[in-house]
């Protein structure tokens, strides 16, 4: 049987299948959920920007948690929420116009209470924020949980400091030829530039904010980085177009670049594999473990696609697992017609329906990390083992455009 007679065989069954009868009470309105005061082990926050919102989900139940929208509906990206060390406040940076999308625009830092969600405080901003896609490093929380950093882009580059702690905008820094932000530390952030160097931004004499250049630790002409970056204790790693890991540890009173390391050996760079994906690295700091989402393509294929995860050791440099990505569209499409997953026809549809690959990918931080990861469109989020890189489910209906995966 082809593959197309054995897709039609499926959907035939699918159409004429009894289709089962569901007896729905009434559901009770007015109530109010609570969040526990910690986080789940497994909860995680995806932002969608056509559904304008970022939502928390358990990967355990694929249980809708709470959202929060992102300022105005249908004008820019949501962005990522930012959480107080004591998980008592979220941080959202949101942009609104008064007539919807058009008219006077007011940017805001939205205080949420981090249990009920409900906005607390608006503290203003200049109206300048950027907004960009994926939006991972629009903004910042520093180390202490005291400064909130907004990226601006109007084009001109600056960045907006708020005091969470007392609720007040303090100031806007102008950093000409340096873009998006990232925490360095108590009270400290730092930028990329577009000669390879990093702008750190800290609290200067009298009250001051100091700016201070480092010297160039990448070579934005010959191999620039992208910004889709991740954090490992005191280490942030960037991974650049040709798959080389730069760290930059920021434990100390100096920002410091380790010497740059590939994900690719020769072998893998003659089969072209590469990067890919608009969220491509995880990392699991209990394991000292870095997933990378590959995929085999040409220069500047960075964004596509992948249906592969490789895994490196971060002590040795040295790959330790590879784990294939389960096929999304099949799940959609299964969902859709209610089979199971560890069905026959769940298997023929994996079997016949291309990959899409994914986009996104996320890894918890407890002692049974699961791997998430998320396609373009309205597919389920895949949920492995990140340790065994087994399949162990999937989250319906999660969303419509899927922008960024992050945890508590």
Request: aromatic share 8%; hydrophobic share 45%.
């Amino acid at each position: 049987m082809s593959s197309r007679s054995a897709l039609a065989w499926v959907v035939a069954a699918a159409l004429l299948a009894p289709a089962a009868r569901a007896e729905l009470g009434a559901e009770p309105v007015g109530q109010v959920a609570v969040l526990p005061e910690r986080p789940g082990p497994h909860w995680f926050w995806l932002s969608d920007v056509l559904l304008h919102r970022t939502a928390l989900f358990d990967a355990d139940s694929g249980e809708l948690l709470g959202l929060l929208s992102g300022g105005t509906a249908n004008v820019g990206f949501v962005v990522n929420p930012l959480f107080s060390p004591d998980h008592r406040e979220i941080y959202l940076p949101e942009s609104f116009y008064s007539r919807g999308a058009r008219g006077e625009r007011t940017d805001v830092v939205t205080v949420y209470d981090g249990r009920t969600l409900e906005p607390l405080h608006e503290i203003a901003i200049p109206p300048k924020r950027a907004e960009y896609y994926p939006g991972n490093a629009a903004n910042a929380l520093s180390d202490d949980g005291r400064f909130v950093a907004v990226f601006n882009l109007t084009p001109a580059q600056s960045v907006s400091l708020v005091d969470v702690r007392e609720k007040r905008f303090v100031k806007e820094l102008a950093t000409p030829g340096c873009g998006l932000i990232f925490a360095a530390g108590p009270q400290r952030f730092f930028m990329l530039c577009g000669d390879g160097s990093a702008l750190v931004i800290a609290p200067g004499k009298g009250g001051a904010w100091a700016l201070t250049r480092t010297k160039p630790f990448f070579d934005p002409n010959a191999d620039p980085l992208t910004e889709k970056a991740v954090r490992c204790r005191d280490e942030w790693l960037f991974v650049s177009y040709e798959g080389k890991l730069h760290a930059v540890d920021v434990s100390g009173a100096e920002l410091r670049f380790a010497e740059p390391w590939s994900l690719f050996s020769d072998a893998d760079r003659a089969e072209h594999w590469r990067i890919g994906g608009n969220q491509h690295l995880a990392v699991h700091a209990g394991t000292n473990r870095l997933y990378a989402l590959v995929h085999k393509g040409g220069p500047d294929t960075h964004k596509q696609a992948g249906r592969d995860v490789w895994v490196y050791d971060l002590a040795s440099h040295q790959r330790v697992q590879q784990i294939g990505l389960g096929n999304a569209l099949a799940g959609m499409v299964r969902q859709q017609m209610g089979f199971r997953r560890a069905s026959a026809a769940g298997w023929l549809l994996a079997a016949v329906l291309p990959n899409p690959g994914a986009d996104l990918i996320f890894v918890t931080q407890d002692d049974a990390p699961v791997l998430l990861a998320v396609s373009q469109g309205p597919m389920p989020v895949l949920v492995h083992d990140a340790r065994t890189g087994e399949p162990v489910g999937e989250i319906a209906e999660a969303g419509l455009a899927a922008t960024l995966l992050f945890g508590p």
